[in-house]
């Protein structure tokens, strides 16, 4: 009979699975920008305002690999008015990036909560928390 080896712990799937994410947004930051599609040098510094937009916590509660959105909230920058909920098309890319690292993470049940930055070149996933692990883009965690 042929044994598995057992599943990696969550801190490594989930750091694996940001850095995966984050190397996927440069990328899409760079299309079009002087980036590796056009010949461009890839992952250069991280320009300033790079993580700069609205700043959004996405609760989501996952049941045999499939991921359900169960709550969004803003998070308002020190000094910022009150904003109200994320447009639709703003929703879908908070649902699709959320879902994407989940699923990249091989997270199959329980609750997750992900923090996203919709900056204006795109999502950036800031941290991830499943259970008591949380793993932030600089790469720092904790099981």
């Given at each position: ?36 599609s ?22 989501t ?70 259970g ?11 099981d």
């Amino acid at each position: 009979m042929k044994h598995f080896p057992d599943p990696p712990p969550v801190m490594e799937r989930l750091s694996r699975a940001l850095r995966d994410l984050s190397a996927v947004e440069r990328w899409a930051a760079h299309t079009g920008n002087g980036g590796p599609s056009d010949g461009g040098a890839p992952d250069g510094p991280v320009a300033d305002g790079a993580w700069e937009g609205p700043r959004f916590g996405v609760a989501t509660e996952s049941c045999d690999g499939m991921h359900e959105v169960v709550g969004i909230t803003w998070s308002a920058p020190p000094g910022a008015g009150p904003c109200g909920a994320p447009a639709e098309a703003d929703r879908a890319v908070l649902h699709s990036s959320v879902r994407a690292l989940l699923d990249m993470a091989e997270h199959e049940s329980g609750p997750a909560h992900t923090v996203v930055v919709l900056t204006a070149r795109g999502p950036r996933v800031l941290s991830c928390r499943l259970g008591g692990t949380t793993v932030t883009a600089t790469g720092a965690g904790r099981d």
